[in-house]
C-alpha cells in the first residue's frame, strides 16, 4: 500500500522558515519524481515544486522560487522542502504526490497533507 506522510508545518511569522518531510513507503520511491502541492483557504490546487528521482533536477513556481528549496534522500524514502522568507500567501495546506508517470503534474497518490500558516 503507498502511502505518503507529510510532518513539519505550524504557525510562523513571516519571514520565518519551515522544512516539511514526507516519509513514503509502499513504492519504489527512488524511481519516480516527487512534487509538493498546495492549496491555500478558498482556493485550488497550486503546484510548488517538482525533484526528479535522483534529486538532481528540481523545478519551482514563480511565487516561490528562490525562497523554497525541494529535496529529497532516497535512503531514507524521504521528501523534504525547505521554506524560508515565508509570507502570509504561503499559508496553504501542503501537500507531497507522487506523479502517475515522469515529470508530469496527474497524481496517483497524495499525503494527507500538513497545514503551515504563515501569521503575525
Known amino acids: 500500500e503507498v502511502q505518503l506522510v507529510e510532518s513539519g508545518g505550524g504557525l510562523v511569522q513571516p519571514g520565518g ?8 513507503s509502499g513504492f519504489t520511491f527512488s524511481s519516480y519524481a ?3 502541492v498546495r492549496q491555500a483557504p478558498g482556493k485550488g490546487l497550486e503546484w510548488v515544486s517538482a525533484i526528479n528521482s535522483g534529486g538532481g533536477i528540481t523545478s519551482y513556481a514563480d511565487s516561490v522560487k528562490g525562497r523554497f528549496t525541494i529535496s529529497r534522500d532516497n535512503a531514507k524514502n524521504t521528501l523534504y522542502l525547505q521554506m524560508n522568507s515565508l509570507k502570509p500567501e504561503d499559508t496553504a495546506v501542503y501537500y507531497c504526490a507522487k506523479p502517475i508517470t515522469g515529470w508530469g503534474r ?14 503575525s
Open 17 to 24: 522558515s519551515l522544512r516539511l518531510s514526507c516519509a513514503a
Open 34 to 36: 516527487m512534487s509538493w
Open 106 to 119: 496527474s497524481y496517483d497518490y497524495w499525503g494527507q497533507g500538513t497545514q503551515v500558516t504563515v501569521s
